[in-house]
């Protein structure tokens, strides 16, 4: 099944603290490093009296034969012989070290999510914002909210939190300024989430993955990832109007006098009032760490509105199949931008190739910069952890993490023990395919004196 995540306050946190870690651990990606770039802990060097210091000797090649060598005993043991697929190329060179079934095309689950985010980093940039909007209907006396998809959207927010997220508050406030200007202090409440079109659950969705809790229905308007509480992963069941009663709540807060409950209603004319969400590097940081399928099938969509397609799911993935055309990626075909579609596949070299092409260019490297850490953010803080055999790989491994019933998939980025770095893609579509067999072949990479 999909995993049910809470997302809110520990996601954006473990963001404000990704460069943090990678300092104290001293690895930094040799991707992350061109196009973010940070001061990296040194190797040791040596100083005496009279002799310059030496630096550091650049990491030996890895030697895919030894590759193959450390990767044998992990698979055979992992019991996914059959459904187990894998890529991995030299982060430097790009260099093949590693290939098995590597063009084969597989569900890949949530790892789908870097296929989104280097569609929507490409298609509108990474300073583009969502907008939430206010207008007026004066014949009605009414005030409509209108959605621009979102997902980070919230009631209320900590003005010291990172990144700084639209709230409701806030746009309820600068409302009441707007409709004081007009004589204004009584209105209705409507809403309109006209921006995304479509059906709201995609292909290849299981019926249980709303009332789990895994995502909301897709819409353009909602609060929190449509949760009742930002705490829990429970889901409203009508994510519009739960956002515009939210909204209405602020509005009285605000000192604004509404009448009735809200209902839905066109937006008309300018609006009054608007909000914008965090930049689009920050968004898709935060759909990367949390693996946050509502924020993805939103990115996904604000793409398909760049390029003249539908914002609904065949929209989304038709203009994601154009970038990934105008990458020379081959092996991506998707439903959907999250990765709950079981109907998706990927091959293992796409991946990686994504991986690689958002390494070089810095408008995409929220892809690499939003990818999980090895037991300590987002989706892989619970894993290899000091119970794991796989725990000397912690913070070598950055990666995102993808799971459904019978499939387990991560890709990203590896450090071994001699400095090199590994860009990577295992994907187990097998029963009792999990995270943790997974880890076990991403360890080995890590520990490995692969020359």
């Given amino acids: 099944m999909p995993r049910v995540r809470r997302v809110r306050g520990e ?48 990491p030996t090649p890895a030697n895919p034969e030894r590759i193959a060598d450390i990767l044998d005993d992990p698979m055979s043991a992992s019991g996914l012989e059959e459904g187990l697929s894998g890529y991995v190329v030299d982060g430097v060179t790009g260099r093949t070290l590693f290939e098995r079934g590597a063009d084969t095309p597989v569900t890949p689950a949530s790892t789908t999510k870097i296929a989104t985010a280097v569609a929507v980093l490409n298609a509108v940039g990474p300073d583009h914002v969502l907008r939430t909007e206010v ?27 990172y990144p700084q997220v639209a709230t ?72 519009p109007l739960a956002a515009a009663e939210a909204f209405a709540d602020q509005l009285e807060r605000a000192g604004l006098t ?63 199949h154009r970038i990934m055309d105008d990458l020379d990626i081959d092996g991506v075909e998707l439903s959907d931008n999250s990765g709950l579609s079981t109907e998706n596949r990927i091959t293992p070299r796409a991946l990686v190739q994504l991986v690689e092409v958002a390494s070089k260019t810095p408008e995409l490297n929220a892809t690499i910069t939003g990818l999980p850490t090895a037991h300590s953010t987002g989706t892989l803080a619970g894993r290899y952890s000091e119970y794991s055999t796989s725990h000397d790989a912690a913070g070598m491994v950055r990666g995102k993490t993808g799971t459904l019933d019978g499939v387990s998939t991560l890709a990203g980025t590896i450090h071994d023990q001699e ?29 490995c004196g692969c020359s």
Avoid: C
């Avoid at 996601?11 to 001293?26: E, H, Q, S």
């Avoid at 202090?185 to 995304?196: E, M």
């Avoid at 187990?428 to 991403?442: E, F, K, V």
């Fill in 11 to 58: 996601a954006f946190l473990a963001l404000a603290l990704l460069n943090i870690f990678v300092l104290i651990t001293g690895f930094v990606a040799l991707d992350v490093i061109e196009a973010r770039p940070i001061p990296a802990v040194p190797d040791p060097v040596t100083h005496a009296d009279g002799v310059a210091a030496v630096a550091p000797a650049a």
């Fill in 135 to 161: 207008y007026l209907d004066p014949e009605e006396n009414r005030v409509v909210l209108r959605g621009g998809g979102d997902a980070t959207l919230t009631v209320t927010a900590d003005p010291a939190a």
């Fill in 419 to 447: 400095g090199n770095t590994f860009l990577f893609a295992l994907m187990a579509n097998s029963p009792g395919a999990t995270g943790p067999r997974l880890d076990a072949l991403a360890a080995a990479l890590a520990r």
């Fill in 168 to 239: 409701l508050e806030e746009l309820a406030e600068d409302t009441v300024r707007a409709l004081a200007d007009q004589g204004l202090d009584t209105v209705t409440v409507g809403y309109d989430d006209s921006f995304f079109s479509g059906p709201d659950t995609g292909p290849g969705w299981k019926p249980n993955y709303v009332t789990e809790g895994s995502t909301a229905t897709i819409h353009a308007l909602l609060v929190d990832q449509g949760r009742v509480d930002p705490e829990v992963s429970t889901r409203v069941p009508n994510p």
């Fill in 258 to 320: 509404v009448e009735g409950t809200p209902s839905e209603a066109a937006s008309v004319g300018e609006p009054i009032a608007s909000i914008d969400s965090a930049p689009v590097v920050a968004l898709v940081e935060f759909m990367m760490l949390a693996s946050d399928n509502n924020m993805a099938e939103s990115l996904g969509r604000i793409a398909a509105l760049e390029m003249g397609a539908e914002p609904d799911f065949a929209g989304a993935a038709a203009a994601t």
